[in-house]
């Protein structure tokens, strides 16, 4: 009998295409963010009132990441910005290879910010390193105010929480300051945004101020 | 449920480190695997006993270490056990730690039956 000492990282395949990606992203000067949630939470839709908000101000591109469909990348094409959909066939994450095939469709000269819309799991895009500058997660108030607790690695690794649909909180179970203090607790770091996407010119929803932070963080990159 | 990619990163793992080391059959793997990676160690095993069977790798035990999370207090510098997932100093109460065990999704060892030799 004898033994192998191997001690190596089961993503490390993975961690290295992120770097590739990271690198990739620096000498573009672009700034890359990576929208995770559970499914249904909003991201698309806060991807179209973010993209409206920033449009004419600077140069976004999409990578749009689902198991089936190209329903969400004709959504944000609308918005004349370059998308790729990536359709993972089953997959439930978004790994850094996949991404890299992805953005050798885009010509990342003059792009400044790119959004990497992941596919809809509060779980395994956390442990895959895409390559971003930060994670940005969302969580609904038609989840409940639990979510931070119960899924603890994404929001302990994301940056930002933005807590969409705030409209309904009078019509659901789900008590905002309880929602903070449980993502608080698991991340004190996290930068908080409300907002609800149900209005198209995003005032007074958070949208206005969430992407304006976006857009101080991407020139500021 | 990434559990199965995970099983197939760490059979490749496997694989690569066969081919330096003889081959004998691989009688267990052992994986670390801490609090915060995401990562279900029953489901684990389910996959990796399905993407195994009828291969070289078939009878091969996957042995999970679990890791608790441990966090380092920027402030006080004390290193301790995050309980309860709070994220907070339990000496002096400070939210500015850093976690340094509990991300842990590693390949550990493999253990080798040099007597039992296999084509891999």
Known sequence: MSVVTIERKVLQKNDELAQQNRSLFAQNGVFVINLVSSPGSGKTSLLERTLDHLNGKINVAVVEGDVQTDLDAQRVAKFGVPVVQIVTNGACHLEAKLVQDAIANIDLKGVELLVIENVGNLVCPAGYDLGEAMKVVIASTTEGDDKPLKYPAMFRNASVLIINKIDLVPYVNCNLEVLKKNAFQINPNLTVFETSCTIPTGVGTGIVEWSNWLLNKTRNS | ?120
């Open chain 2, 1 to 120: 449920m990434h559990e199965l990619s995970i099983a197939e990163s760490i059979v490749d793992i496997v694989r690569e480190n066969l081919a330096a080391n003889g081959s004998g059959a691989v009688k267990s793997v052992r994986v670390r695997v801490g609090e915060l990676a995401g990562v279900v160690p029953d489901s684990l095993d389910f996959c990796f006993i399905a993407i195994t069977n009828g291969t070289p790798l078939e009878g091969a035990k996957l042995e999970i270490e679990k890791t608790n999370i441990v966090a380092h207090c920027q402030d006080c510098g004390v290193d301790s056990k995050v309980e309860g997932l709070v994220f907070q100093c339990p000496v002096c109460t400070s939210t500015n730690i850093q976690v340094v065990s509990g991300n842990e999704l590693q390949v550990v060892e493999i253990e080798i039956d040099d007597e039992k030799i296999i084509d891999h």
